[in-house]
């Protein structure tokens, strides 16, 4: 929370570049002149994320691993996201798996995973706890989180590299955001299904822009024409789908 009524910035003549990924408040900006937003869009990102996982149903329509005529899925999710923006994801994600071949089940629910280690440790109980025969899908908003939970299930004999293709049956999807460059290594080894890519150089330009340039508007950057203005000092940047499944 940043309290505008300090003096601080306007007596240094300092400028403000705030971020996230969830959110906006446009009310933020309005009591600063330099202060800016940069940010993704979280609801189209999980718009990304359910149409790739839309598309890897349509390919693959044998996920019901234990023909309960269910998509059970386990879902890990950080903190991040406000309670408004957390229900229309859900929603988004629910009207996308609805139209499967077989109802979704979320079968466990884990928010607050903020880190690889508790994401590993999460999905190692729930294995136990249901079996690992009886998850078809692990969905979360994190890297990290997703390769957290691959650890867990490679120390089961799944998600090993190529296990998609060559091995399905030791091959439980799983689905992330952000793009980090670990991540991206682990989809194209074939341990991570697929991730939405948040494009953090794009970001770092912008904000190099907006810092070292004498720009009042986001207008003024001619880098910004491919994000999605949101204020006259906010924007977000575009995220895409990153999979290497047919």
């Avoid at 403000?16 to 009310?27: H, N």
């Avoid at 609805?98 to 999905?123: C, G, L, R, V, W």
Wanted: aromatic fraction near 10%.
């Amino acid at each position: 929370y940043l309290n505008f009524s300090d003096p601080w910035p306007k007596e240094r003549n300092a400028k403000i570049l705030l971020f996230s990924v969830s959110f906006f408040d446009p009310e933020i900006l309005e009591n600063y002149d330099k202060a800016w937003f940069l940010g993704f869009d979280y609801l189209r990102a999980t718009r990304e994320q359910a149409d790739m996982i839309g598309h890897f149903l349509e390919s693959h329509p044998n996920c019901d691993r234990n023909h309960n005529k269910s998509l059970d899925i386990v879902v890990l999710q950080d903190d991040i996201i406000n309670n408004a923006i957390e229900r229309k994801s859900a929603g988004i994600m629910g009207e996308k798996l609805t139209t499967s071949k077989y109802p979704y089940h979320s079968i466990s629910f884990f928010d607050n995973i903020k880190n690889f280690d508790e994401a590993y440790e999460k999905t190692t109980d729930v294995i136990k706890k249901i079996g690992i025969e009886n998850i078809d899908m692990f969905v979360t908003d994190n890297d990290n989180t997703a390769i957290g939970i691959i650890k867990a299930l490679n120390e089961h004999n799944y998600n090993h590299p190529e296990s998609l293709v060559k091995d399905p049956e030791h091959h439980i999807p799983v689905f992330s955001m952000t793009g980090t460059n670990e991540a991206i290594k682990f989809v194209e080894s074939g341990m991570l299904t697929g991730t939405v890519k948040m494009e953090f150089p794009y970001l770092a330009k912008l904000s190099l822009d907006i810092l070292t340039t004498d720009v009042h508007s986001i207008d003024d950057i001619p880098a910004a024409k491919w994000t999605s203005v949101i204020g006259k000092r906010a924007t977000v940047v575009p995220s895409r789908k990153y999979h290497i499944f047919k």
